[in-house]
């Protein structure tokens, strides 16, 4: 699940991220979540992070292991 021997991605590209006109409020919030999901897991199973979890958790946004899906109210926004 967490991958120690990963090299740490600095400033990734987000347009690909934030495409389909995604919000970058969304892309915030769905990173924070499964950040603390990340922690929360680590602690339980007693697994010591080397990564931080927000670095985790927007590495596991950008190669699609999770999909964020906005309201359609605003989207358009």
Do not use: C
């Not at 090299?7 to 979540?33: G, I, Q, W």
């Amino acid at each position: 699940m967490f991958d120690q021997n990963k090299k740490f991605k600095f400033n990734p590209d987000l347009s690909s991220v934030l495409s389909n006109h995604m919000s970058r409020y969304s892309l915030v919030r769905a990173t924070a979540k499964r950040a603390r999901e990340i922690s929360e897991e680590a602690e339980e199973d007693g697994i010591i992070l080397i990564e931080k979890p927000v670095s985790i958790a927007i590495d596991e946004i950008i190669d699609g292991k999770y999909e964020i899906v906005e309201p359609d109210e605003i989207k358009n926004l």
